[in-house]
């Protein structure tokens, strides 16, 4: 059964880079007929769509945040990445990790999520 | 301000039958892509509800039904228990962005 499961600082300085990553286990990163995603929820608030990576390097991100995100993939250790730069207050929330098919756009499973906030 | 309109907050009694509106724009919902539901209990994960606008995963009572018509989609949930108490999600991709887009999210509370 394929689980993801979400690491990294849980409390990052304004101005400073966010950087998350998320382990997959229970099957391969490598697989061509996925996307792996990050999603994030403030606290209190809804759902919001990062961005996607497929295990070749292909990447799309929110154009809202493109000009601060980026998403790699190391297929090595069966991980991907998540780094934000600029982080101010607004980037404080819950960060997951999720799969998503190619062909179809929901995300199933999803990770635990991991709480990250943004302060000096 | 999220692209998909959810109302904030519905609520039923025990056994009623409630409904979750999820409002979108010709980029999305309306042209024809895909709803996806997601129910998210108090300190959990979102999980997937309902996928392809109106399909159950394996384990999803079927007390939860979906449908979709036009620029909008509703989620029911029929014979409310107190354990449908969440929050709901729908979620679907819009061509503008090029990317997914997710409502502001609907707090279930069973009276």
């Known amino acids: 059964q394929l689980q993801l499961q979400e690491s990294g600082p849980g409390l990052v300085k304004p101005s400073e880079t966010l950087s998350l990553t998320c382990t997959v286990s229970?099957?391969?990163?490598?697989?061509?007929?996925?996307?792996w995603g990050w999603i994030r929820q403030p606290p209190g608030g809804g759902l919001e769509w990062i961005g996607l990576?497929?295990?070749?390097?292909?990447?799309y991100y929110n154009p809202s945040l493109k000009s601060r995100v980026t998403i790699s993939v190391d297929t090595s250790k069966n991980q991907f990445s998540l780094n934000l730069n600029s982080v101010t207050a607004a980037d404080t929330a819950v960060y997951y990790c999720a799969k998503r098919t190619i062909v179809n756009t929901w995300f199933d499973p999803w990770g635990q999520g991991t709480l990250v906030t943004v302060s000096s | 301000q999220s692209v998909l309109t959810q109302p904030p907050s519905v609520s039923g009694a025990p056994g009623q039958r409630v409904t979750i509106s999820c409002t979108g724009t010709?980029?999305?919902?309306?042209?024809?892509?895909?709803v996806h539901w997601y129910q998210q209990l108090p300190g959990a994960a979102p999980k997937l509800l309902i996928y392809?606008?109106?399909n159950r995963p394996s384990g999803v009572p079927d007390r939860f039904s979906a449908s979709k018509s036009g620029t909008s989609a509703s989620l029911a949930i029929t014979g409310l228990r107190a354990e449908d108490e969440a929050h709901y999600y729908c979620?679907?991709?819009?061509?503008?962005?090029?990317?997914?887009?997710f409502g502001g999210g609907t707090k279930l509370t069973v009276l």
């Open positions: 392809g606008d109106s």
């Open positions: 979620q679907s991709y819009d061509s503008s962005l090029s990317g997914s887009v």
């Open positions: 010709n980029s999305n919902i309306g042209a024809g892509y895909d």
């Open positions: 990576i497929h295990y070749t390097g292909n990447t």
């Open positions: 229970g099957g391969s990163i490598s697989s061509s007929g996925y996307y």
